[in-house]
């Protein structure tokens, strides 16, 4: 045993009052691929409901749902052409609400995703801008610009879509003439509105308030990076190396405007006419936590998500470089920190942190990548950073099917891809799709459970039956039950409100700290390390003899 040093690192602001988004853990579905109650192979709000109780048991103290508003489900769902209804493929707004109130009668609060920066192109603005004339007030609601060159044939400028391409497509003006150019940032489909005018500004005030009126506890902000594009949209040579969701975002004139924070801001005093801690979620992909506290001053959102720390591989090093500058960039400006490992947007981290090639964010991985993961390597390793992630002060998000331990699908058909990354870049990236296949509820049933029929839209591997939810609640070694107990003690000893006091001297490739009353000890090398005194109240894997084995994490208390 070792006899540890002990260097306390700056709090988050503690919780106060009610203040549930400064510690709660947020469990994101993503609709589609949940649970399926109608049986067209696409999951559903009613099975949503259908499953709080599972929900209730794991022990989450929020949703967040990607999606479900009407949509033509280019980018699956994130492509909104009526930001105040359902789309009948996920219920109607009465499904809704029985959702929302079975939520909150089990004590579970539920935000939902808002998407500001694009609408779909079969939006009612959109269709009304392709109908005007240029230099109308239809086409002043979103991006339309004349091209360049003689005959207007190039783009505007040269910036290109995160999903691959140019960011500009030209439309066919009502006399059969190639006319302008509208700019979308991701799909064609998706055309950017445009926030410099105030007619938007106020629409999406009247969307929060719909969604506010409704009862839901706060929004998750789709690229809250992206509103404010530069004055006169200069042109941008993109990083290659930068990532498909925003990469290294410094000097990206579309990327982290000055001028995006006074949305914020204004949101802020809104979200705060409304009782019960409403809260707002900036997804915001940018190169720092500095960078990032920028969304959450203590006038703008209340959380943005912590994709330095999701980046960061499994090395000791660098995971308390990245908890350190976390909780010191948040703390400065009075937020706490989050912490997410897994999304719809990312290889399912029970599969990237045993990846051996690079892997850019967005690019997925297929039956062609290179580098691809040991599944056992890579499940080992998810266990152990969830448990050392959900030991951290703050608020942690999970993604569904990451509590039961789900890999990235990479063997999918090509024929069966639906990310518009995928046919963007001709096959050159796989994208999204491997994340986002539904997941298993019953290891006997059609579909895993997913579906009464057994239809799924995406299809799941045959692998999936003993990770199915049935099969490993009765498991007390499952990756279920280790997230139950991680989960029922983070709560019961209220870790997110707590601190970060590292522990030094137990080896290069071990992060250790307690918080509270427990002490966290993950192994990110090859060998087995002694661990220091205290009982084992959760670990990734077995514990014998006093010592944690490589690829593994634990939780000790002193009771
Ligand atoms: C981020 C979302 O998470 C992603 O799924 C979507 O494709 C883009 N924003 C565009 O809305």
């Known amino acids: 045993m070792t006899s540890p040093e002990t260097d306390l690192v700056d709090a988050p602001v ?35 409901t259908s499953r709080l109780d599972d929900l209730e048991t794991l022990g989450v103290d929020a949703l967040w749902l990607s999606p479900f508003q009407r949509s033509p489900q280019k980018d699956a769902g994130y492509d909104v052409s009526d930001y105040c209804d359902v ?4 219920g109607t707004l009465a499904d809704f609400d029985d959702m929302l109130a079975g939520a909150h009668s089990r004590g579970i609060r539920v935000i939902v995703d808002l998407v500001p920066n694009h609408s779909s192109d079969q939006h009612v603005w959109f269709q009304e801008a ?9 086409r002043a609601r979103y991006l339309f610009r004349e091209g360049r060159g003689l005959d207007g044939d190039v783009p505007p400028n040269n910036w290109e879509s995160v999903f691959g391409g140019p960011a500009w497509s030209r439309v066919v003006e009502a006399d059969g003439s190639l006319g302008q150019w509208y700019l979308h940032l991701f799909d064609s489909t998706q055309p950017d509105f445009d926030w410099s005018n105030p007619v938007v500004r106020e629409e999406f005030r009247r969307i929060l308030r719909f969604w506010l009126d409704r009862g839901v506890d706060g929004f998750r902000v789709d690229v809250a990076h992206g509103l404010v594009k530069a004055e006169g949209l200069p042109d941008h040579t993109p990083d290659p190396e930068g990532g498909s969701m925003g990469g290294d975002a410094a000097d990206v004139p579309y990327w982290g405007q000055e001028g995006v924070h006074e949305v914020y801001r204004d949101w802020h005093e809104l979200v705060a006419e409304y009782e019960g801690d409403r809260a707002l979620c900036a997804e915001a992909w940018l190169p720092t936590p500095e960078r990032t506290a920028l969304w959450v001053r ?29 909780l010191r960039a948040y703390g400065a400006v009075g937020a706490p920190s989050t912490w997410v490992l897994s999304n719809h947007d990312v290889v399912r981290h029970a599969s990237r942190l045993a990846l051996t090639a690079e892997n850019p964010q967005g690019h997925g991985i297929g039956p062609n990548s290179p580098g691809k993961p040991v599944a056992e390597l890579g499940l080992r390793r998810a266990r152990a950073a969830t448990t050392l992630m959900l030991a ?36 050159e990236r796989y994208g999204r799709d491997g994340c986002r296949v539904p997941i298993p509820w019953s290891s006997d049933a059609p579909a895993y459970g997913f579906s009464p029929t057994g239809d799924s839209w995406l299809p799941q591997p045959a692998e999936w039956a003993v990770l199915a939810r049935d099969a490993q609640l009765a498991d007390e070694a499952s990756t279920l039950s280790l997230y139950r107990s991680l989960l029922a003690s983070r709560r019961a000893r209220h870790l997110g409100a707590g601190a970060v006091e590292w522990i030094e001297g137990l080896g290069d490739d071990v992060v250790a700290f307690r918080n509270g009353t427990v002490t966290v000890v993950a192994n990110t090398g090859s060998t087995a390390v ?9 670990s990734s894997a077995p514990v014998l003899g006093g010592t944690l084995p490589a690829d593994a994490a634990v939780w000790l208390a002193d009771d």
């Open 14 to 48: 503690a919780a106060t009052g009610s203040e549930w988004w400064r510690t709660a853990v947020i469990y994101q579905i993503y609709p589609r691929s949940f649970s399926d109650s109608s049986g067209d192979g696409i999951g559903d709000l009613p099975g949503i």
């Open 87 to 90: 789309d009948p493929l996920f």
């Open 130 to 138: 392709l109908a005007a004339a240029p230099g109308s007030p239809e």
């Open 298 to 326: 203590p006038d703008e959102m209340h959380q943005a998500f912590n994709f330095s720390y999701l980046e960061t591989p499994w090395d000791a090093a660098s995971l308390r470089d990245v908890v350190t500058s976390s």
């Open 392 to 427: 951290l002060p703050g608020s942690a998000y999970l993604y569904q099917g990451e509590e039961l331990g789900l890999p990235e699908v990479i063997e999918l058909d090509d024929h069966v891809r639906q990310d518009p990354t995928w046919f963007r870049t001709g096959g």
């Open 530 to 538: 002694a661990l220091p005194d205290g009982i084992v109240i959760a």
